[in-house]
């Protein structure tokens, strides 16, 4: 796979970490039936990437009216985060991404913004020695709308003082790429291997 950029020049790169900088999808999605099967719940792997970019609270409530239970997205999130964190030693990088941070570092201000909790976005990161690469770190908590909302990737450019509209955003999910558009951005497709 190698990543075609958009003509720039862009004054900052924004990540999103699953499934573009982490091939860490196909994880995520066992991590997150393990926390499910005890509500008597399944996430198919199809609903799953339609999701992919969703906040885990939008994701439970989503299942919640699918299946018709009240399952807590506390509990839930606790549960998934404690299993997806088991597998951080099977967690591989995305080579062609991790190429782009490492050229882009120190030229110009990098940021992750994802729509899973901080600290799974920190542990990630560290896994990868890549923790000091980011001038910023936007996850769930620090949002009301996540993606396909433009919240998220507006908060990541008025925090590093960039314009939206010279941020280039990668991604893989197709609900971020609309969050992208929504915020000015010019983004770039980073294709999964889970699908």
Known sequence: MSLLLPPGPFD??????????????????????????PAGAHFREELFYAWAGRSTEQIVSLLNEQFGLEMDHREISKRKEERYFSFLPRIQPIPEVIAHIHEAFPRIPLAVVSGSPRDSVLTTLRNFQLEDYFGCIVGAEDYVLGKPAPDPFLLAAKTLGVAPERCLVFEDADLGIEAAEAAGMQWVKVVQSGI
């Open 12 to 37: 900052a790169y924004l990540f999103d970490c699953d499934g573009t900088i982490a091939d860490s999808m196909p994880l995520h999605l066992e991590a997150w039936n393990a926390a499910l099967e």
